[in-house]
């Protein structure tokens, strides 16, 4: 029924900036919490940052610092901001939205690729 559509990945240089945007189709207020998880060729998915009701957040280790979530609501729309992107960084980005204590919708994923 959820819908979360993402955009925003590429290709960057090590050192710059992309923005991703997770596009819900409905009210993002319904949700607990939203966030971003992702994953590399060969690793388990990870946290990369929540907005959980209000203003709070919740960043990964590895990104804290470089990485900022932000949401529009009359967008129905949520930002990961990343800069000073790293190699590591590279892998599949997934948009998540959380009912209920669980999460049950997911995006489609968007490849960010950071070159040496």
């Known amino acids: 029924q959820v819908q979360l559509v993402e955009s925003g990945g590429g290709l960057v240089q090590a050192g710059g900036s992309l923005r991703l945007s997770c596009a819900a189709s409905?009210?993002?207020?319904?949700?607990?919490?939203m966030g971003w998880y992702r994953q590399a060729l060969g690793k388990q998915r990870e946290l990369v940052a929540t907005f959980i009701g209000g203003d709070t957040t919740n960043y990964g280790d590895s990104v804290k610092g470089r990485f900022t979530i932000s949401r529009d609501n009359a967008k129905n729309t949520v930002y990961l901001q990343m800069n000073s992107l790293k190699p590591e960084d590279t892998g599949v980005y997934y948009c998540s939205a959380t009912e209920r204590g669980r999460i049950v919708y997911w995006g489609q994923g968007a490849q960010v690729t950071v070159s040496s």
């Open positions: 409905g009210s993002i207020l319904r949700f607990n919490a």
